[in-house]
T-cell receptor
Framework: QVLVVQSGAEVKKPGASVKVSCKASGYTFNSYAFSWVRQAPGQGLEWMGWISAFNGNTNYAQNFQARVTMTTDTSTSTAYMELRSLRSDDTAVYYC??????FGSGMDVWGQGTTVTVSS | EIVLTQSPATLSLSPGERATLSCRASQSVSSYLAWYQHRPGQAPRLLIYDASNRATGVPARFSGGGSGTDFTLTVSSLEPEDFAVYYCQQRNNWPFTFGPGTKVDIK
């Protein structure tokens, strides 16, 4: 069974960093990529960036370029997303999602989401 | 950045009715458009990829069409579990932007 399980909820102060993990199982980890998506309260889905688990190549949305780092650890089949210099408007549910390493396609297996709350 | 516009913002329908959702791109995305269903409290679910291909396990009542800048998602006969928010996402150009969503609610 293909599964993607994310780390638990986080509460952070403004200016801090958060690192969310996404552990995959049931498939060959480095044959896919991951996208990270967030949803702030009452808002829609926002694509943050993408990382290939094959070679570590990344592509970040401009809104996050300066503050985000996405990585993978093939030894543990885990993807990570670190967001720095947190602000109150970073309060959101953060999702990771697997996607095939082919042009087009879509995010076919999603994690359960990680709630990140930024509050002083 | 490619901007996606979805219409209508809200669609109020009854179970058994047909739903037709629209997604328009600010420039051509070829056929590289995906549709997702998002129910409250759950993770989004991939319905359609490459404009018209149903993802694994997606019922046949869901269909997608279009190419270039204009796309549609059709639900032929709404089931109670289909009342949700639907997002399109273009996957032709970085960044892979989402549309603002269409909420399908019960009339």
């Amino acid at each position: 069974q293909v599964l993607v399980v994310q780390s638990g909820a986080e509460v952070k102060k403004p200016g801090a960093s958060v690192k969310v993990s996404c552990k995959a199982s049931g498939y060959t980890f480095n044959s896919y990529a991951f996208s990270w998506v967030r949803q702030a309260p009452g808002q829609g889905l926002e694509w943050m960036g993408w990382i290939s688990a094959f070679n570590g190549n990344t592509n970040y949305a401009q809104n996050f370029q300066a503050r985000v780092t996405m990585t993978t650890d093939t030894s543990t089949s885990t993807a990570y997303m670190e967001l720095r210099s947190l602000r109150s408007d970073d309060t959101a549910v953060y999702y990771c999602a697997r996607e095939p390493l082919v042009f087009g396609s879509g995010m076919d297996v999603w994690g359960q989401g990680t709630t990140v709350t930024v509050s002083s | 950045e490619i901007v996606l516009t979805q219409s209508p913002a809200t669609l109020s329908l009854s179970p058994g009715e047909r739903a037709t959702l629209s997604c328009r791109a600010s420039q051509s995305v070829s056929s590289y458009l995906a549709w997702y269903q998002h129910r409250p409290g759950q993770a989004p679910r991939l319905l359609i990829y490459d404009a018209s291909n149903r993802a694994t396990g997606v019922p046949a009542r869901f269909s997608g069409g279009g190419s270039g800048t204009d796309f549609t998602l059709t639900v032929s006969s709404l089931e109670p579990e289909d009342f949700a928010v639907y997002y399109c996402q273009q996957r032709n150009n970085w960044p892979f932007t989402f549309g603002p969503g269409t909420k399908v609610d019960i009339k």
